[in-house]
Structure formats: structure tokens, C-alpha cells
């Protein structure tokens, strides 16, 4: 699809792109490549998105209506899966293709053909992870945390084949995340120092050293899952001295940090994005870097708050009740830095701007949700219930995903050298901000009120609040498709861009023209802008 | 424009309102209180937390609308150019950490109580199982243990919306957990499969119940009544059917319910003695098949395959007889058929073994309740 | 145009279209796919699968692409398209590449401290969690753990594996391999390759007899000490450390071995041998690893 639309730009440029699909297949220019990706990972969001309606539909009233059971389960957890693996974090990987080298004066990734297989694996992963739906026995029916022993000894044949695929997807993440940081350490431009870079190419800094950190740890436990499941291993079965447990630890130390990898590079657009229109440089800089870093640390310290009720220790259930509390510090100067930054700005509320503000807000209250999830007494009540659905989502959804389309709509003109259709763009943001909180805030609700998460059925008592959201959901889900439809229209045509764009923007990608030319940077550039481009 | 942008916002907020209000019993919204002292502990904490979030995003929140509404360009602003203030910094860093602190003492004086298991009254075995949960009273003498099973009994019909949905829809058990208030219990959780939790939202209750291991936990429940939860880790296509009912009586009551237990299991012995003819073990046997099987098996016995195999025509159901006793005793490790040798007494299981041969079709021979009970005895 | 910095300007080699990476991806998913063919037939109990052919397939493609990609690199390398800063990206790349091993490791050496420090102590109804050992009457915390809790099912091991004997001797070939790369990499830096071949065969040959050593240690382990996969979780921590250490001593080995054709063929001079020190770097990981690993599943563990 995106050959067809891509086709009619960029070629009119020195060492322009080959002609047809071939070019998407073979290329090595990190602006086709972010491109694939991001088409990708929109892809993956429509049918991690469908599988989401498939829960809500079931959910929209008490009783069993349109799956079974074990359907509904492996609706769940391709959801998850699809969502984390396949929707966010493809997509950022897309953003930091287009601009961690356009915002550093590289000429383009590091180490280009490596970059392209990092793309090319996926769409062969997630084929082979979706096509478990229709494999006999169904598709992965265990959450998207699969633990054992229910992956295990009870998992469908296709456990498998969900195994191999996320080894795939961790080989990709891996060599994507090299790629990202060798670009990032080597290439940029002459005289530009660490403390100089955009905060978008700090954050993803950090996020690729959490990804080559984490991913090889959650190869690791897919293969003793897999030893387990074929060769009669014992690390998940206490009757050989193992211990179920050792699964959750092994998979949240992978998984904890895997929720910043989504949130972290979200951080940096919103970084750039409110600056840009507040018309005043990022407040307090420096101390948004110490916060990334010290959040990225305090990530593979924390992961037994998923785990609160298994039974731990008094002692591990303190340590991990704190250490989980000091996150609240750092994600809080990142908060008040954006407000700051806000303060007696001149603020103008084009969509990216918009998607950035609902994003501050409405993650900050997942945060806060989040913070009560930490309160270990507390989480035995909230513990598998919807209240840590909605906390999630509220990260997620309002957070990565609407840091996601801020990016897109702010840099979409560079991208393109066309305007999106601003009103279109600013009635999908309404769409979507009021389809989201009429979505998840009522999970709060049915959560505390004691409905467990993944579940088909429910008792009455929670009926009315599940109808709010599934009616929010489908609401939320379809203005999407109006999303896809201003990108494509985008694509294809309108207002020209000029080459900065947003009166407020700075930075090296915009000083260069719109459409961005297939090759930048081919020789560095000059950096007298570049004092502006971290504020 | 900013007109049309205001009314937006207003409209969004209503939106939001109205999702939220339309059903205003607050009790139905929040975490329930419950009806132990460390429930209310819990609620407390619950509560504070949710005032300080609450304070937090007034403080937040209001700053950046009275900023977007404020410090917008289309108001002629100029922006200003600050960019940096270490003592504003440095307060935003301080004030958080003090906080956190007077949050965690509270939450560590209650967590610290609820793993304090020691001077219990009772001990109760809790077993999560898929889809049920077995309960066994401990006793230094074996023999006067209790034990059964506890699952659920809303009828297919109502989960099918062919029947109209009573009011503990999906909460309602065969046998309920009995206990004696204003008593120090000490639960033992642990599992026979796969991971569940056991949770009883009133009590501030929750552990994993994790195959292989034992956790602990207690309670005293001040008033009686019956209280309901759910099983809350994923544990199967039927975890969402598997509720928690305890009734909390008083204490003469349950020693009155004690003794009729102790009898009832006395009359389980001598029926098991007895000579069964072929309808007895029919009847029973469909009763305990559809209770104890069918939510794999499936009523018409089929299974669901291949996760769950079918039973007719085909396999150990009419093959040797001693595989298929042995695979309903013993089940088998590392599938979801369990061993159902404690479960099910010797006569439910002749009877359901009977039935399973000799139903949709199947003609094999049946079995009686003593050659079950001898079986068992020799394990 | 004017740069800010005194740093030189080099230009970057950024390679137009190629058509590995997609065969890559095709060889690599053949692989896994095959893989759990074989695998999901295997423990359905068929006899014979498809997976076999996908696999080879999918191995052949992979292997075939990974040749020509390399050769490219060595080609381009050789028409001197690459400029020191690409070298940098290079040397970059492996390093946080073998980092990435290093947390693969991790994982299993974390679940090793796990299991002996905590879990089975748990098990035995001790140290915090609950009186887990009313579920196992009679079991005993022990490392190396010969009786299991479920002797039925993870019918444990006689004897542990004792770290002296095979087990150090492949402690001396590895680190004596260590040493032996250390002088290969003098022989470029000096100029002298009769030094690089030589010592480069050499560190390959240990390699060699290290893999022919464990092979040993593993039949002695499955035909005499009762040690097997099966035998409950000494027994899967050992196979599982030892044998994904083996794999990698596997491929540094053959990365080895490749180094040492090229060097008989002529390539690399003392500015120019990252293949080699690349290979070097994976080398002396790989021996670290097994140190870890002779301290903590070997002697620690018996
Ligand atoms: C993008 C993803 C993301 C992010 C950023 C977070 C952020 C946080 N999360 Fe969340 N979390 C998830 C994704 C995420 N989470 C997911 C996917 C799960 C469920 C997984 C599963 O089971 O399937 C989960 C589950 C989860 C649990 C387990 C719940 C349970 O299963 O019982 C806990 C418990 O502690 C928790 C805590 C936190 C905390 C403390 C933060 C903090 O980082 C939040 C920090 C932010 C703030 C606090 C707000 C801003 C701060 C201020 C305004 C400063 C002032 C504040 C104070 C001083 C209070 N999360
Ligand atoms: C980034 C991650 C992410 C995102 C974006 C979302 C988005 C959504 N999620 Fe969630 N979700 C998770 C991550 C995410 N989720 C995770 C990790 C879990 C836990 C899984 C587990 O328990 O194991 C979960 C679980 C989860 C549950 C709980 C399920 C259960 O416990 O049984 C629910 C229920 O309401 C839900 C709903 C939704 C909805 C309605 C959306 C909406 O935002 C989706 C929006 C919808 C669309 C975008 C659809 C658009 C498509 C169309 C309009 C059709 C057109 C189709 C084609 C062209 C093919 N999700
Ligand atoms: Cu048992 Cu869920
Ligand atoms: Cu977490």
C-alpha cells in the first residue's frame, strides 16, 4: 500500500529511490525504512485494534454472546501481544528512523543494510504469530505475560510458533536498538556534543540501551519455557525443584522495562512538540535527561510490583513497594518541566499539539493510577482487576499511542513537504480524546468495584459501565480509520509545507527542505541553529 | 475559534461527566470497605492515595489550563524566555520524595501485619483447581478432616442468555466456604494445576495460589454474612467462572455445621459398601459427570479437541477399564486432566466412570464403588 | 560548509539498495518455522515431519545470505569504501552485541541463583513463604538437588557433576585459548603472519577439543551420573548453562575458523582487522561466561 502512495515523491532528488515495490524491499535509506515501519506498525494497531473490539463486543453485556471462552483468551492475548510488540513499539522505532538522523546531521543509520533486515523479520514474525489463530488448537491463550505453568503444560500446540516469533522480534529489536545507538554515538554531525541532541534522540538513546538489555532476557525465558513445553526441563515445575514464580521474575525483569521502551521515546516527542508551539524552549533541559536516565535505571529494579500477590517475602514486598514509589520522582520532574515549559509561552493548538497536552494529562493520571498500583497492601485489591486494565490503557493508549500520532501529525509536512487537513486532524484528536476516556475511565470503576481482567462474563453489577466503555471503544477505534484517512490524503497532496514548518519549530530537521530529500546530510551541516534544537 | 474551542472542551467534560455520573451509586464505584480490620486498613490506604492523586492533578491540571487559556498567542502574548530555575527544580524534587515517604509508613504497618500468620485458631487448605476450588478444614487427626469442592452452579442456560440472569450471576457455588467469625484463621493456598488466585474482596484477601507451594494468609471476620470473589489470575477458558464464597457464621453455628459434615462424610462410607445397580450409578454418574466433567468434556462428551479429547466411541473411555480409572484417579501430570482421587468419593467416581461408558453411544462395561474404594485404600 | 568542530570530515558509506537483508529474513524465518515444525511433531509423537525439509531450506538461505553479506563487507572494506568512522560503527555494533549476550546469560545464570538460593529452600517449607513442604513430605533442600520433590516425573541424578577432571581441563583449553588469540592479535599488530596463522590455528584447535571434551562430559553425564535434562532442575540449569555455552563456543569457533582462512589468504593488516578482533572480543566473552560458569555450576555446584 504505501508503495503506491510513497511513489510520486522524493524521486526527483540525486540518488533518488529505485522505482516500485522492489525499493521497499531492498532499501537501505532509514527514511524508507521509518516509512515501512510505520506503515507496519499501523497495520498491526487496526488488527491489535480489531481484537480489542472483538473483547469489547463480547463485554458489552453480561453473558456469553459472540466467542467462547477460550477464544475470548486468545483474543486477549494476541491483543497484547500485537499491541506492545506489533502497534507501539515498531512505530517509535519508525520515528527514530526518520529523525534520530535528520536531528543529528547524519547522513543515515549506522549500519543501513542491518537496518533493513531489522524491518524485513517482522512482517515474517507477526504472519507467523497471527497465523496461530487459524493453526488447529488456536493461537496463545495464556496473556500476554504468558506464565507458566498455563503456557506450559496447557498452552495449544502453536505455543511453538509463538515462541519463535518472539525470538524474531527480539532479533529485530536488538539489532534495530544497535542501530540506533551505534547512529547516535558515531554519527552525528561534527561539534554536536551528548548534552546538545534533541530530547526525542536522548530518550531513544536510553530506550535502545533498555531494549538490547531486556530483549535477550525475554529470549531467555521464551527458551526455557520452550525447554519445558519439548524437552522436559524443570524450570517452571516444582516437582524437579523449579518454581512457577521463577517464570514472572525472569519474564518482569523483561517486562517492566519494556513499559518505559513504550513510554520513553514518547517522552522525547512530547519534548519537542510543546516547545515548539508554547514558542519557548524546553524548561529545565538537563534535569529532563538525568530524568530519563534515572528512570531508565529504576526500571530493572522494580519489577516484582507485578507480582505482589505471589507470595514473596515480607522483605521483597517492601523493597519493592519503594523502590516502585521513587518513579513517581523523575516522572514528575519530566510533568512539571512540560508545564513549565507551557508557562507564559505564546501557545498556539494545532493537533500536535493537542495529542501532546491530552498526553501529559491523561498519562499523568495512568501515572497516578499507577502509584496507587504501588501501594503494596493496596495492589491485593487492585491486582488482576480492570482498575490495572484501566491503568495501562491510560499509559498506553492516551500516552504512547497519542505521543505516536502527535509525532506523525508534526512531522508528517517534513515527511511529505503537504500539510495534513488541519480541521480534519483536530476532529480526529476530539474523536479520539473523548472515544479514549469514555473507553477506559469507567474501567477504574468496574476494576475497584472487583471485576478481574480477563474474563469473558460478568456479574450484573458491573453491566452498565462495561456497555460506557464498549461503546467508547468502538467510538475510539473507528475515528482511527479517520486517522488513516487524513495520512493518505496527506500523502497524496495539499498545502505545501515550508521547510520550518511550525513557526516555533527548531532543530537541524528543519532547516532542511520539505518533502526531506531522499539523502541528508551527506555532508554535516551547519550546527549555528543547533543551540536551539534541544529548546 | 476559541469560542468553538471552549464549547468543545465542555462538551468533552459533560461526555466524560455523564459517563461517570449517569450511575451515581458511589458504593457500587469504589473499593469496598469489608468487614475486617485490615480490609479498612486497606480501604484507608485506598483512600488516601486517591486524595493525594486527586490533589496532584488539581495542582497539575489547573496550572496547565490556566495556562492554555491564558498564555495563548491569539491573546497577544509574548513568550517568555525563561528555561531553567535549579530552586524550582530542586523543589518539585523534594516536595515529591517527602510525600512518598508519609505514604509508604502507613503502607508498611499493614502490609507488615498481613504477613504476620502467626497464632492462628484454624487452618483451612485452599486448593485452586481448574475451575473450582476445593476446601479442607486441617486437623492433627486426619480422619476428622473435612473436605469438598466448591464450584460454580449459574446454569449454562443463564451464561447462554436463554434464561433470565439471577441475582448472583456467575457468584453463586455448589458448597460455600464456612467459617466462625471473630475467629484467627489461617488460610493455606496452593494449587493442583495450573496458577489461580484466590480473592475475597471483603477480607482484603489475595494470593496466588502457585502449584507446588503454600502461601499463607489470615484473617478475623467481625460480621457474618456471605461474601463473594472470584478467582483473578488467568487459569483457562473457564477462569472466569470460578467464584469464591465464604460464609462467616457464628460460632455455635459452625460447630453445628461441623458436626453435620463429619456425619454426612460417616454415610459416604456406607454407601460406598453397598452393591449399586446399573440406573444408580447412571443417575449419579450423570449428576457428577455434568458437575465434575463437562465443563471439559462437554455434556454431549465430545471435548473440545484437541485441547480437550472426546470420549466417544474413541480412547480410554471404552478401552480397558483399569487405564480409564486410572486416568480419573491419577489423572495425568502436565494436561488439564487431574487426579480426581480426592475430589470425588469411590462412589461418584464408579459412578461417573459407569456413565462415561456406557452414554452417547459408548458400550463398554461398569464399574462399582468398591473396587473403587479398594483401590483408593491401596494408594 | 563550515563545521563548528575541528573534527575531520569523512565521508560516510552508506550502501545503495541490497537484496540480503530479505533473504536473510526469509532464511532466518524458514529456520524458526521448521524448527517448530519438527519440535510440535515431535511432541505429538510423529516419527517423521516436514519441518526437517523447512528447516534445511530455511538453514541454507540463512547460511548462504550471512556468506555473501559478510564477503560484501569484506569486499567493500577492501575497495576502501570505508572510512575510519564506519570502523567505529562497527566496533560499536559488536560491542553492544556481545552486551546483549551478556544480559542472554544473565537470565540463566539469574534463574540458577534463583532456584538454589531461594526456590528450593521454599519448597522445603523454609525462608518466608509458606509451609510449602506439607505438599512434598520428605523432601530435603540440597545442591546439587539429586532428589527432587516429584522423583516420578524428574527421577533426579545419582551423582553430580565434580568439577575436577573433564570439566577443568576445559577451564585450562579455554583460558590457554584466551591467550593464544591475544598472541594471534600481536602476530597482525606486528606485522608477522606466520604468528597470526599459527597462533590462530591454534586457539581454533582448542576450541575444537573443548566442544570434543563437553561432548564427553555430556555422555559421562547421561550414560553414568543418571544426569539428564529430565532430572529435575540441576539437571536443566546444568544442560542449560553448559549447553548455550556450548553453542557459542560453537560459533566462535567457526568464526574463528574463518578468521584463520582469511588470514592464509591474506587479509588483515595492523590497521585494519576489525573481522578479526571482532571475533577476538566474542572469544574472550565466551571464555568469561565459562569461568562464570566453572565457579558457579561447577564448583560451587558439586
Ligand atoms: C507505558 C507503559 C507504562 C508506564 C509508563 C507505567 C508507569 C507506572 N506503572 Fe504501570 N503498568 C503497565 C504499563 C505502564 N506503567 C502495564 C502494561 C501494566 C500491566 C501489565 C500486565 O499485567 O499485563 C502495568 C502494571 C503496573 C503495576 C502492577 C499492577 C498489578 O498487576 O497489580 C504496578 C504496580 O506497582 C504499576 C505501577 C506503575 C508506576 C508506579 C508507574 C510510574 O512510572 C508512574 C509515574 C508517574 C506519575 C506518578 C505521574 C506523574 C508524576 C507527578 C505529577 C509527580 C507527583 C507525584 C507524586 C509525588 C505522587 N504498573
Ligand atoms: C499499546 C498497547 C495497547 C493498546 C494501544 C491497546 C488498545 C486497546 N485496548 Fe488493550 N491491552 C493491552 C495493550 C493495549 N491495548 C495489553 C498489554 C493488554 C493485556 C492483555 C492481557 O491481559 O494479556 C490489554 C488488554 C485489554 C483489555 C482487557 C482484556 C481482558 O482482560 O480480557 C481490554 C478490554 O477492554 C482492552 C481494550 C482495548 C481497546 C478497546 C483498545 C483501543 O485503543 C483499540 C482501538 C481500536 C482500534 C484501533 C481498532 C481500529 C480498527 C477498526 C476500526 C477496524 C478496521 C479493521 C481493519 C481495517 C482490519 N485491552
Ligand atoms: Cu482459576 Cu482463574
Ligand atoms: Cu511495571
Given at each position: 500500500m504505501s508503495a503506491v502512495i510513497e511513489e510520486h515523491h522524493h524521486d526527483d532528488h540525486h540518488h533518488g529511490p529505485a522505482?516500485?515495490?522492489?525499493?521497499?524491499?531492498?532499501?537501505?535509506?532509514?527514511?524508507?525504512?521509518?516509512?515501512?515501519?510505520?506503515?507496519?506498525?499501523?497495520?498491526?494497531?487496526?488488527?491489535?485494534?480489531?481484537?480489542?473490539?472483538?473483547?469489547?463486543?463480547?463485554?458489552?453485556?453480561?453473558?456469553?454472546?459472540?466467542?467462547?471462552?477460550?477464544?475470548?483468551?486468545?483474543?486477549?492475548?494476541?491483543?497484547?501481544?500485537?499491541?506492545?510488540?506489533?502497534?507501539?513499539?515498531?512505530?517509535?522505532?519508525?520515528?527514530?528512523?526518520?529523525?534520530?538522523?535528520?536531528?543529528?546531521?547524519?547522513?543515515?543509520?549506522?549500519?543501513?543494510?542491518?537496518?533493513?533486515?531489522?524491518?524485513?523479520?517482522?512482517?515474517?514474525?507477526?504472519?507467523?504469530?497471527?497465523?496461530?489463530l487459524l493453526m488447529e488448537g488456536g493461537g496463545p491463550n495464556f496473556g500476554w505475560t504468558f506464565y507458566a505453568p498455563l503456557s506450559t503444560e496447557q498452552g495449544p500446540p502453536s505455543t511453538t510458533f509463538f515462541i519463535f516469533a518472539v525470538h524474531l522480534m527480539g532479533i529485530s529489536s536488538i539489532m534495530g536498538s544497535i542501530n540506533v545507538i551505534v547512529t547516535i554515538l558515531n554519527l552525528r554531525a561534527p561539534g554536536l556534543t551528548l548534552m546538545q541532541m534533541p530530547l526525542f534522540v536522548w530518550t531513544w538513546l536510553i530506550t535502545a540501551f533498555l531494549l538490547i538489555a531486556v530483549m535477550p532476557v525475554l529470549a531467555g525465558v521464551v527458551t526455557m519455557m520452550l525447554m519445558d513445553i519439548h524437552f522436559g526441563t524443570a524450570f517452571f515445575n516444582a516437582g524437579g525443584g523449579g518454581d512457577p514464580v521463577l517464570f514472572q521474575h525472569v519474564f518482569w525483569f523483561f517486562g517492566h522495562p519494556e513499559v518505559y521502551i513504550m513510554i520513553l521515546p514518547a517522552f522525547g516527542v512530547v519534548s519537542a512538540i510543546i516547545p515548539t508551539f508554547a514558542r519557548k524552549r524546553l524548561f529545565g533541559y538537563a534535569s529532563m535527561v538525568y530524568a530519563t536516565s534515572s528512570i531508565a535505571f529504576l526500571s530493572f529494579i522494580v519489577w516484582a510490583h507485578h507480582m505482589f500477590t505471589v507470595g514473596m517475602p515480607l522483605a521483597g514486598e517492601l523493597y519493592f513497594m519503594y523502590a516502585t514509589m521513587l518513579i513517581a520522582i523523575p516522572t514528575g520532574v519530566k510533568v512539571f518541566n512540560w508545564v513549565a515549559t507551557m508557562w507564559q509561552g505564546a501557545m498556539t493548538f494545532e493537533t500536535p499539539m493537542l495529542f501532546a497536552i491530552a498526553f501529559v494529562i491523561l498519562f499523568t493520571i495512568g501515572g497516578l493510577s499507577g502509584l496507587m498500583l504501588a501501594i503494596g497492601p493496596a495492589d491485593f485489591q487492585y491486582h488482576d482487576t480492570y482498575f490495572v486494565v484501566a491503568h495501562f490503557h491510560y499509559v498506553l493508549v492516551p500516552g504512547s499511542v497519542f505521543s505516536i500520532m502527535a509525532a506523525v501529525y508534526y512531522w508528517l509536512p517534513k515527511w511529505t513537504g503537504n500539510m495534513y487537513d488541519e480541521a480534519l486532524g483536530k476532529l480526529h484528536f476530539w474523536l479520539s480524546f473523548v472515544g479514549i476516556n469514555v473507553l477506559f475511565f469507567p474501567q477504574h470503576f468496574v476494576g475497584l468495584a472487583g471485576m478481574p481482567r480477563r474474563v469473558p462474563d460478568y456479574n450484573l453489577q458491573f453491566a452498565d459501565y462495561n456497555m460506557v466503555s464498549s461503546v467508547g471503544a468502538f467510538l475510539f477505534g473507528f475515528s482511527q480509520l479517520l486517522f488513516l484517512f487524513i495520512v493518505i490524503k496527506c500523502v497524496r497532496g495539499g498545502v505545501k509545507a515550508t521547510d520550518q514548518v511550525w513557526e516555533g519549530a527548531h532543530g537541524l530537521e528543519w532547516t532542511i527542505p520539505s518533502p526531506a530529500p531522499y539523502h541528508t546530510f551527506t555532508t554535516p551541516p551547519d550546527l549555528k541553529d543547533i543551540s536551539e534544537a534541544h529548546g | 475559534m476559541d469560542k468553538a474551542k471552549r464549547c468543545k472542551w465542555l462538551i468533552a467534560l459533560s461526555l466524560l461527566m455523564s459517563s461517570s455520573l449517569a450511575f451515581a451509586d458511589w458504593s457500587a464505584l469504589n473499593?469496598?470497605?469489608?468487614?475486617?480490620?485490615?480490609?479498612?486498613?486497606?480501604?484507608?490506604?485506598?483512600?488516601?492515595?486517591?486524595?493525594?492523586?486527586?490533589?496532584?492533578?488539581?495542582?497539575?491540571?489547573?496550572?496547565?489550563?490556566?495556562?492554555?487559556?491564558?498564555?495563548?498567542?491569539?491573546?497577544?502574548?509574548?513568550?517568555?524566555?525563561?528555561?531553567?530555575?535549579?530552586?524550582?527544580?530542586?523543589?518539585?524534587?523534594?516536595?515529591?520524595?517527602?510525600?512518598?515517604?508519609?505514604?509508604?509508613?502507613?503502607?508498611?504497618?499493614?502490609?507488615?501485619?498481613?504477613?504476620?500468620?502467626?497464632?492462628?485458631?484454624m487452618d483451612i487448605e485452599v486448593r485452586g483447581l481448574q475451575w473450582k476450588w476445593q476446601y479442607t478444614y486441617l486437623n492433627d487427626d486426619p480422619s476428622k478432616e473435612i473436605s469438598f469442592i466448591s464450584s460454580m452452579i449459574t446454569p449454562q442456560e443463564e451464561i447462554y442468555n436463554r434464561a433470565p440472569k439471577r441475582e448472583n450471576y456467575l457468584l453463586d457455588v455448589d458448597n460455600e466456604l464456612v467459617i466462625p467469625i471473630d475467629t484467627r484463621i489461617r488460610f493455606l493456598i496452593t494449587s493442583g494445576d495450573v496458577i489461580h488466585s484466590w480473592w475475597v474482596p471483603d477480607f482484603a484477601l489475595k494470593k496466588d495460589a502457585i502449584p507446588g507451594f503454600i502461601h499463607e494468609l489470615w484473617t478475623i471476620v467481625d460480621t457474618p454474612g456471605t461474601y463473594r470473589g472470584k478467582c483473578t489470575e488467568l487459569c483457562g477458558p473457564y477462569h472466569g467462572f470460578m467464584p469464591v464464597v465464604v460464609r462467616a457464621v457464628e460460632k455455635d453455628e459452625y460447630a453445628a455445621w461441623l458436626l453435620e459434615q463429619q456425619a454426612e462424610a460417616e454415610k459416604v462410607f456406607e454407601i460406598v459398601g453397598k452393591q449399586w445397580s446399573e440406573e444408580e450409578l447412571m443417575v449419579e454418574g450423570e449428576e457428577v459427570y455434568l458437575r465434575a466433567c463437562a465443563s471439559c468434556h462437554q455434556v454431549n462428551g465430545r471435548g473440545l479437541p484437541p485441547a480437550f479429547p472426546s470420549l466417544v466411541g474413541q480412547g480410554l473411555a471404552v478401552g480397558p477399564i483399569e487405564d480409564h480409572i486410572d486416568i480419573v484417579l491419577n489423572g495425568k501430570p502436565g494436561s488439564a486432566m487431574q487426579s480426581f482421587s480426592k475430589q470425588l468419593n469411590a462412589a461418584e467416581i464408579a459412578a461417573v466412570i459407569t456413565y462415561e461408558r456406557k452414554s452417547w453411544g459408548n458400550q463398554a462395561e461398569s464399574v462399582q464403588p468398591k473396587e473403587i474404594f479398594e483401590m483408593l485404600e491401596a494408594q | 560548509m563550515s563545521t563548528t568542530s575541528n573534527e575531520a570530515y569523512e565521508p560516510y558509506y552508506v550502501p545503495?539498495?541490497?537484496?540480503?537483508?530479505?533473504?536473510?529474513?526469509?532464511?532466518?524465518?524458514?529456520?524458526?518455522?521448521?524448527?517448530?515444525?519438527?519440535?510440535?511433531?515431535?511432541?505429538?509423537?510423529?516419527?517423521?515431519?516436514?519441518?526437517?525439509?523447512?528447516?534445511?531450506?530455511?538453514?541454507?538461505?540463512?547460511?548462504?545470505?550471512?556468506?555473501?553479506?559478510?564477503?560484501?563487507?569484506?569486499?567493500?572494506?577492501?575497495?576502501k569504501m570505508y572510512s575510519a568512522q564506519m570502523n567505529r560503527s562497527f566496533v560499536w555494533g559488536m560491542s553492544w552485541f556481545i552486551l546483549s549476550e551478556v544480559f542472554f546469560f544473565a537470565a540463566f545464570f539469574g534463574a540458577l541463583f534463583y532456584v538454589r538460593m531461594f526456590s528450593i529452600d521454599w519448597i522445603a517449607g523454609e525462608g518466608g513463604?509458606?509451609?510449602?513442604?506439607?505438599?512434598?513430605?520428605?523432601?530435603?533442600?540440597?545442591?546439587?538437588?539429586?532428589?527432587?520433590?516429584?522423583?516420578?516425573?524428574f527421577p533426579g541424578a545419582h551423582t553430580s557433576m565434580g568439577w575436577f577432571g573433564l570439566p577443568l581441563v576445559n577451564t585450562i583449553l579455554l583460558v590457554a585459548s584466551s591467550f593464544t588469540v591475544n598472541i594471534a592479535h600481536h602476530g597482525i599488530k606486528e606485522g608477522n603472519r606466520q604468528k597470526l596463522v599459527l597462533w590462530l590455528a591454534i586457539t581454533v584447535a582448542l576450541g575444537i577439543a573443548f566442544l570434543i571434551c563437553q561432548v564427553l562430559e555430556y555422555q559421562h553425564a547421561y550414560d553414568e551420573l543418571g544426569l539428564t535434562l529430565n532430572a529435575g532442575i540441576y539437571g536443566t540449569t546444568f544442560y542449560m548453562l553448559t549447553g548455550f555455552h556450548g553453542a557459542h563456543v560453537t560459533l566462535g569457533t567457526f568464526m574463528l575458523a574463518v578468521m584463520l582462512g582469511r588470514a592464509i589468504k591474506g587479509h588483515f593488516r595492523d590497521d585494519d582487522c576489525f573481522g578479526f578482533e571482532a571475533a577476538a572480543w566474542y572469544w574472550h566473552f565466551v571464555d568469561v561466561v565459562w569461568i562464570g560458569l566453572f565457579v558457579f555450576v561447577y564448583i560451587l555446584g558439586s
Open positions: 522505482k516500485g515495490i522492489m525499493r521497499w524491499v531492498f532499501t537501505t535509506n532509514h527514511k524508507d525504512i521509518g516509512t515501512l515501519y510505520l506503515w507496519f506498525s499501523f497495520a498491526m494497531f487496526l488488527l491489535g485494534g480489531s481484537f480489542a473490539l472483538v473483547i469489547r463486543a463480547e463485554l458489552f453485556q453480561p453473558g456469553l454472546q459472540i466467542v467462547e471462552p477460550e477464544f475470548f483468551n486468545q483474543m486477549t492475548t494476541m491483543h497484547g501481544l500485537i499491541m506492545v510488540f506489533g502497534a507501539v513499539m515498531p512505530a517509535f522505532v519508525g520515528l527514530a528512523n526518520w529523525l534520530v538522523p535528520m536531528m543529528i546531521g547524519a547522513p543515515d543509520m549506522a549500519l543501513p543494510r542491518m537496518n533493513n533486515y531489522s524491518f524485513w523479520i517482522l512482517p515474517f514474525a507477526f504472519t507467523m504469530l497471527a497465523s496461530t | 473499593m469496598r470497605q469489608g468487614v475486617t480490620e485490615i480490609s479498612q486498613e486497606v480501604y484507608g490506604l485506598h483512600m488516601i492515595m486517591f486524595w493525594v492523586c486527586v490533589v496532584i492533578g488539581v495542582l497539575v491540571f489547573g496550572t496547565m489550563i490556566i495556562s492554555m487559556l491564558m498564555h495563548r498567542k491569539s491573546l497577544g502574548v509574548k513568550p517568555a524566555t525563561f528555561h531553567d530555575n535549579t530552586t524550582i527544580e530542586i523543589a518539585w524534587t523534594i516536595v515529591p520524595i517527602i510525600i512518598l515517604v508519609v505514604l509508604a509508613i502507613p503502607a508498611t504497618t499493614t502490609l507488615t501485619k498481613m504477613y504476620d500468620t502467626g497464632d492462628t485458631e | 545503495e539498495q541490497s537484496k540480503l537483508p530479505i533473504f536473510a529474513s526469509i532464511g532466518i524465518f524458514l529456520t524458526v518455522y521448521g524448527m517448530g515444525n519438527i519440535l510440535i511433531d515431535m511432541s505429538a509423537g510423529e516419527d517423521h515431519s516436514l519441518g526437517i525439509w523447512i528447516l534445511m531450506t530455511g538453514g541454507l538461505v540463512l547460511g548462504f545470505t550471512l556468506f555473501t553479506w559478510f564477503s560484501t563487507v569484506i569486499k567493500e572494506n577492501h575497495a513463604r509458606g509451609p510449602s513442604d506439607m505438599l512434598w513430605p520428605g523432601f530435603e533442600a540440597a545442591w546439587p538437588l539429586l532428589n527432587t520433590p516429584d522423583m516420578e516425573r
